[in-house]
């Protein structure tokens, strides 16, 4: 197994291509809130708002392994001239997402908010994640994109550490399309809270969910598991939490 590989480009546009960090002279803003700055209505104490404009990851951390790659591109964005990219493929050792900073101790809710354009879907059975949500090392709640037919699905660990899916919407997401994405995760054990929104619909809310986990620790973008095919594009993100 390939060592996993913490990525920072503050103060510079760092490319990652084929695993390998390449520096370019872009400037990258060091603040939280990066120019121009995503906003929304969410409540909560604001963790990061980029549009990736700056040219750095603002705050955001990629892992990166094998072929895969994480990247600031210009080749398709949803506002401005940039956008993150992820590309993993089905090579050993293939891996990589993006992490916001770990919330301090005790944080129970977080709101993360993007626009996702996934350009290549992965193999059958598999997905493409959008948000997932920790408590400690463990993946507690996350929605994602179901290669075999498109559907959006929720998935939250159970207190006994199962999962339990739901679907969210049956028909297919269009590949090569910006789609707008948000989520809302409160930890508290068996009444822990969720709520997505997709497209600006509300396609899921409950207070009553069944759930690992009493505080949150992080929100990642991508899989954290090896060989999860798939290309996404990321822009305007913007992640809260109290």
Known sequence: MRKLKALSTVGTLGLLVAGSLVFG???????????????????????LATSFEAGGWCGLVPQVSGTGTATISTSTKHTGTKSAKLHVTTDSGSLANLSAPAFPSGTKT??????????????????????????GSTRVADIYRYNS???????????????VYTKLISGSISLSAWHHVSMRVTANGSTSTIQVWFDGVQK??????????SSLSKVQLGAEHYRQKGDEYIDDVIIKRS
């Open 110 to 135: 977080a709101y993360a908010d993007g626009w996702f354009n996934i350009t290549v879907a992965g193999v059958s059975g598999n997905d493409v994640p959008y948000f997932r949500y920790f408590s």
């Open 25 to 47: 002279s872009a400037q990258a803003a060091t603040a939280a809130t990066c120019s121009p700055a995503p906003t929304n209505s969410y409540p909560g104490t604001l963790v």
């Open 204 to 213: 899921y809310s409950s207070t009553s969910v069944k759930m690992l986990g």
């Open 149 to 163: 037919n498109g559907q959006l699905w929720l998935r939250v660990t159970a207190p006994d550490g199962t999962f």
